[in-house]
């Protein structure tokens, strides 16, 4: 690679000697050989990502789909220090979407190369980032309108005081309004259970399905991404690997068994995380707790703000039985016929309700201090390894 990523340089992938090439069988290399791309013609700009697999970079490439013109990408990276078995999971990935196709809810391949040093699998650009740092920032907007005309309420000294902190408090919920679309956040489910639908329907099951492996493209078309994890057909999977606690279904979690049917459950666990706007699922739960936890029958809590028909549909992806959870076009469907009815997901009302009680606690109490605990979020990639 050519430049030096702390300088923030282009860097290029280069044409490397043999002897730093990884094995790899030509069992393997076959399928995917027609994917290959000259890797004169993909170019890094910036990392956007990284993981225990490597790193993920902004860049662009000549030549894709036999356009002569550059094409913005991703290119997913395989660290050099991987493992045989490391190796084999990346070269998975790779075969398993090429079999995808072409879906507009799903992130489309453009190509690898694997001749070279890093190996690396390019992808279409998604330019908005990921879903929970998208819902995130709406729930920091809806706050931080709040403050502000919070602050200008507190200033608020004329004769009509009470006349301007009402106007001002029509103002809020205005802005709270444009900011917080009810039936954007209702495309974003229906748009995952359409992608969904498609991975289900090519027998894959994606073990990892969350907000975080959710891009945004261009007009806020969502994109089902990162299929590291992924396999086809239904499996048992060994001790040992890392997985999303918790997104897993009871079954993943007591016996590591994984279809369809638990990405049903993962996917409920995504409506949770859209309707309020990107918390950490089972905040109050420890992940040691959690087996038990759900085991008891105990599920995610309906919010307030989350309405009675996206619950019902949260909670049959939660049943105990995964033959009882409905499937992805079923899903769908019933998110479409919701969708054409007008029903809405979220109450944008209580959220209004819910930014204005956090103002006002954080006025009263005057921040953190120094010594106080950190209000910090929790990690939202809760990976833990599987025991033996």
Known sequence: MLGDEGNGKEMNLIYVSEDNIYEIPECILEPISRY???PDSVRFHKMIGKGAFGRVYAGEAHGINGNPKVTAVA????KETANEEELSDFLREIDLMKDLGIHENVINMYGCCTKCRPVCLVLEYAPGGN??????ALKKKCKDIVAAQSHEVTNSTNDHAEDSNAEISNRIKEEIRAALDSKELESFSYQIAAGMKHISDHGIVHRDLAARNILLGKDKILKISDFGLSREGAYVQKPGGRVPYRWLAIEAIQERSYSIA??????GVVLWEICTLGEIPYPEVPVGELRNFLLNGK??????????DIYNIMSSCWS?????????????DKLLELRNKGKIYV???TLMKQSLETEGRRNSDETCGENSTSCEEGSDDELISVAS
Request: charged content about 30%.
């Open 75 to 78: 290119i997913k990276t395989l």
């Open 347 to 349: 109450n944008v009302d």
């Open 262 to 267: 638990s990405d049903v459950w993962a996917f």
């Open 320 to 332: 105990q039985l995964p033959e009882n959870r409905p499937t992805f076009e079923e899903l769908h």
């Open 131 to 136: 879903l929970l740092n998208y819902l995130r």
């Open 36 to 38: 290959e791309l000259p």
């Open 299 to 308: 599920r995610l809590e309906k919010v307030e703000n989350c309405t009675d």
